[in-house]
């Protein structure tokens, strides 16, 4: 499951009821075992259902029964019968509604096992469940558009499955702890294609205009990982080593396909080297659903990704944003689909894993300095929220299950994963990693197995950075000191651990001495709350660079000097080194030597530095704005990253300077939307009149991202009603996201110059949807955004005397 949702935003789940903090969540206990799962389905496209046939194997676990629970959500049941050989005999069964109590023929051994047949109806719509931060919905089969009622929506059916989800539409032990093989029977108009988990091994045109397709997988994998897809989609078809790597888009997104997806071989590859365990599975396929209710999910060898992933050519030309979440969903293949959690409490071996593997994929491809980012990315991920220190790794208590998705699951985990490559090198980690695989394939583990791997390698006991990272709570706090006594040739250390927790951490790192380019490592362990290290020198040195390799999880006050930290970005040189450097050069912008080093970041060799630079500029500053202003023209027309370029042309339509026109009509034909749009939004500065042409006519062409935003924006700005259904055409074309919040309080501004009713109630629908859009777990935070901003509008109509169309926006604010 990808975190796309978590790294914008997240707020956990607070239960008032806080009884949970005693109820200690055990793994399932495995009273019988699934062995294999065989669905005939159809669906009913103008009821939302699915008619289900299911052959379900299993056999006691290890003590003899003579009953078996099963998992089955909102059903309607029809018939529950034992299969001997095709010999149906009906069963005596309880239903509840979510859990089915079957009472067998008679009492079976563990050595024998059973075939169940049930009839059933799936209703996903009427059953009432909720998601989390990271998934957010849980009726498990989803039917998109069914009736084909919206026009500019494709029909589709998909399913998501994690956490115990796929019971709504198929009976079986919903438990991360079973595996089971499984064939499906999919039923379809014939105008659709299918996907599902393994291979395609038969289709049959039934002579009504339906299909139905055999997909069988015989391997065995988690009921929360089965899948089914169903759409008109367009199949782009790739290869890893003679299996099918295919991609299902919608049919405008074929010509890009490739720059999507492309990658995914060669990150088969790749991921296969590093583990030693080549990609385990038949094939590897990946499609799109619209309305899809988390960022991607990694179900066995048919990953589904949301819509998020279909970028076109000009929004590609800014970088493919959705590579990360490939990454991400294709290493959970080997972690989580080969080897499962046993238990969510567990949900590290699965999420921990794949948010590391977007580190490692950019390092591998794209240079240390892209795995470096990344990495940082995710300790900032997870220190915003102070709430995710309380919370251990591997947790036994939570009040939902969904609440374990979180940013101490991904970013945190990835992070410690990486300490841990670290710490015993990359030869014993990628060792590791193959023990772990190759002793629990096919199988459920819990992190103590990882341990046990881990320590078969390296031949140490590592209890201890188990019990402190993955049961244990919370990160370092450091403040860093530095004591010189150039008489006696020695430097003192001092390290402080400030937490307040009265939790000391133990942290093995390296401090690097440096003296010019050379540079002395020294590898120590911080054990005490406050650590003292002496070190000898000949020559006072020009820097001490305390974790050396910049890889520690936790938050840090370093007491340098400018002096170091200049020193620190010219020859450490890892990503954050130069980074910590920019940072404190920019809050020392008063220092000639601190705007020498930001007018060399302006050169750095790496994107994400140039544009931090340009963010951290004083440009209040007249001097400061003389001294860096050509720099920023200079990257604005000719930085090959769109991302600084943009940035930069972003900077200088902030100074309104008609000097740079020529510059932004240049740059608002360029490829990329983002650089397009903000060159629009800076021609808008100078000239208004002719910013407003431009935009009219860029109506003609597709566009989204910054481009659509700027469009609108000076559409708005106009204030010509004519422009209002153009406007809002856009706004509802936009992705649910932080781009399309931006954009909500303009777009309402534009509702209170509108006159005409039928097009302020559609304004005002626009608004209402996109919030109730919003996933529930940023609802608290939202609502009253939007609240307030048509409170703004109803206001200003009434005081306008346009007391229908008040009272049309009050009417929706208390539904």
């Known amino acids: 499951?990808?975190?796309?949702?978590?790294?914008?935003?997240?707020?956990?789940?607070?239960?008032?009821?806080?009884?949970?903090?005693?109820?200690?969540?055990?793994?399932a206990t495995k009273y019988d075992d699934l062995i294999n799962t065989k669905l005939e389905v159809k669906f009913d496209y103008d009821k939302s259902y699915m008619y289900g046939k299911a052959w379900v194997t299993l056999k006691p676990h290890f003590y003899p029964t003579d009953t078996v629970s099963l998992d089955a959500k909102g059903m309607d049941i029809h018939a529950v019968e034992i299969d001997k050989e095709g010999k149906k005999t009906p069963l005596k069964y309880d239903y509840d509604g979510m859990v089915l109590r079957i009472h067998l023929d008679r009492v079976y051994k563990h050595t024998e096992d059973y075939t169940l047949f049930i009839d059933y109806t799936a209703k996903p719509n009427e059953l009432k469940v909720k998601g989390s931060a990271a998934i957010t919905d849980a009726k498990g089969l989803y039917f998109i558009n069914p009736k084909g009622e919206d026009k500019n929506k494709p029909t589709q059916i998909w399913t998501q499955g994690e956490t115990e989800a796929n019971s709504v539409w198929f009976p079986t032990i919903d438990k991360p702890n079973q595996k089971t093989t499984e064939e499906i029977?999919?039923?379809?108009?014939?105008?659709?294609?299918?996907?599902?988990?393994?291979?395609?091994?038969?289709?049959?045109?039934?002579?009504?205009?339906t299909r139905t397709d055999h997909w069988k997988m015989d391997l065995p994998h988690a009921p929360y990982l089965f899948f089914m897809g169903v759409g008109d989609y367009a199949i782009v078809k790739d290869s890893y080593k003679g299996k099918d790597v295919n991609y299902y888009v919608e049919k405008a997104y074929a010509p890009v396909a490739r720059r999507i997806f492309g990658h995914t071989p060669e990150m088969i590859a790749f991921y296969s080297r590093i583990t030693g365990i080549d990609y385990p599975w038949p094939k590897y396929d990946q499609i799109v659903g619209r309305d899809y209710v988390s960022g991607a999910m990694e179900n066995t060898t048919s990953t589904l990704h949301g819509e998020g992933a279909q970028q076109d050519a000009r929004e590609l030309t800014d970088g493919n944003g959705w590579e990360d979440v490939i990454a991400h969903e294709l290493f959970h293949q080997w972690f989580g689909d080969l080897v499962t959690t046993?238990?969510?409490?567990?949900?590290?071996?699965?999420?921990?894993?794949?948010?590391?593997s977007e580190t490692m994929w950019n390092e591998y491809k794209y240079g240390k300095d892209a795995g470096d980012a990344v990495n940082y990315q995710g300790i900032q991920s997870y220190l915003q929220q102070p709430e995710n220190a309380s919370k251990n790794l591997v947790r036994f208590y939570y009040a939902d299950k969904e609440d374990v998705f979180d940013q101490v699951s991904y970013p945190k985990g990835g992070r410690i994963l990486n300490m841990l490559r670290n710490y015993v090198g990359d030869s014993a980690f990628f060792q590791a990693l193959h023990v772990y695989l190759t002793e629990n394939k096919f199988k459920s583990a819990e992190a103590q197995q990882l341990r046990l791997a881990f320590e078969e390698v390296t031949g140490e006991d590592l209890n201890w950075y188990w019990n402190q990272w993955y049961y244990g709570s919370g990160h370092p706090k450091l403040s860093i000191d530095y004591v010189y006594d150039d008489a006696a040739g020695k430097v003192q250390v001092i390290v402080n651990q400030t937490q307040e927790t009265g939790k000391v951490f133990r942290l093995p790192i390296a401090i690097d001495i440096y003296n010019g380019a050379a540079k002395e490592r020294h590898k120590v362990w911080i054990e005490d709350k406050t650590d003292t290290f002496t070190f000898s020198y000949?020559?006072?040195?020009?820097?001490?660079?305390?974790?050396?390799?910049?890889?520690?999880?936790?938050?840090?006050?370093?007491?340098?000097?400018?002096?170091?930290?200049i020193h620190q970005y010219t020859y450490a040189g890892n990503y954050v080194d130069r980074r910590e450097a920019v940072e404190y050069c920019a809050a020392h912008q008063d220092d000639p030597k601190a705007v020498s080093l930001l007018k060399t970041a302006l050169k750095d060799?790496?994107?994400?530095?140039?544009?931090?630079?340009?963010?951290?500029?004083?440009?209040?500053?007249?001097?400061?704005?003389?001294?860096?202003?050509?720099?920023?023209?200079?990257?604005?027309?000719?930085?090959?990253?769109?991302?600084?370029?943009?940035?930069?042309?972003?900077?200088?339509?902030?100074?309104?300077?008609?000097?740079?026109?020529?510059?932004?009509?240049?740059?608002?034909?360029?490829?990329?939307?983002?650089?397009?749009?903000?060159?629009?939004e800076a021609m808008s500065a100078i000239d208004s009149t002719s910013a407003l042409a431009l935009a009219k006519k860029m109506l003609k062409q597709p566009a989204k991202g910054e481009l659509s935003i700027a469009i609108s924006k000076i559409l708005v700005?106009?204030?010509?009603?004519?422009?209002?259904?153009?406007?809002?055409?856009?706004?509802?074309?936009?992705?649910?996201?932080?781009?399309?919040?931006?954009?909500?309080?303009?777009?309402?501004?534009?509702?209170?110059?509108?006159?005409s009713t039928d097009r302020?109630?559609?304004?005002?629908?626009?608004?209402?949807?996109?919030?109730?859009?919003?996933?529930?777990?940023?609802?608290?935070?939202?609502?009253?955004?939007?609240?307030?901003?048509?409170?703004?509008?109803?206001?200003?109509?009434?005081?306008?005397?346009?007391?229908?169309?008040?009272?049309y926006i009050n009417m929706k604010l208390t539904k």
């Open 1 to 27: 499951m990808s975190s796309a949702l978590l790294v914008q935003a997240q707020e956990a789940h607070q239960p008032e009821d806080d009884s949970w903090k005693k109820i200690y969540r055990a793994t």
């Open 185 to 209: 029977y999919m039923t379809v108009p014939s105008k659709y294609v299918t996907l599902s988990n393994g291979v395609m091994v038969g289709q049959k045109e039934n002579g009504d205009g």
């Open 342 to 356: 046993e238990s969510w409490s567990n949900i590290t071996l699965n999420e921990s894993f794949a948010d590391y």
């Open 538 to 565: 000949k020559s006072h040195p020009d820097l001490v660079n305390v974790d050396g390799d910049k890889m520690l999880l936790c938050e840090k006050k370093d007491n340098k000097t400018l002096d170091n930290f």
């Open 605 to 680: 060799r790496y994107y994400r530095i140039r544009d931090l630079t340009m963010n951290k500029i004083e440009w209040k500053q007249d001097a400061l704005k003389t001294a860096f202003e050509p720099l920023v023209a200079q990257l604005a027309q000719n930085d090959p990253s769109r991302v600084v370029k943009a940035t930069a042309i972003e900077i200088l339509g902030a100074f309104g300077n008609p000097a740079y026109e020529p510059l932004f009509i240049k740059a608002s034909a360029d490829s990329s939307y983002t650089v397009a749009g903000n060159a629009l």
């Open 717 to 755: 700005q106009s204030g010509d009603e004519s422009d209002f259904d153009v406007v809002s055409d856009n706004f509802e074309r936009m992705q649910t996201g932080q781009a399309k919040f931006q954009f909500m309080m303009p777009y309402a501004s534009m509702l209170t110059k509108v006159k």
């Open 760 to 807: 302020v109630k559609r304004g005002v629908d626009l608004l209402i949807q996109f919030k109730e859009a919003i996933p529930q777990a940023y609802r608290s935070r939202t609502d009253a955004y939007f609240d307030n901003a048509l409170k703004g509008v109803a206001r200003k109509k009434q005081a306008e005397g346009m007391q229908d169309q008040a009272d």
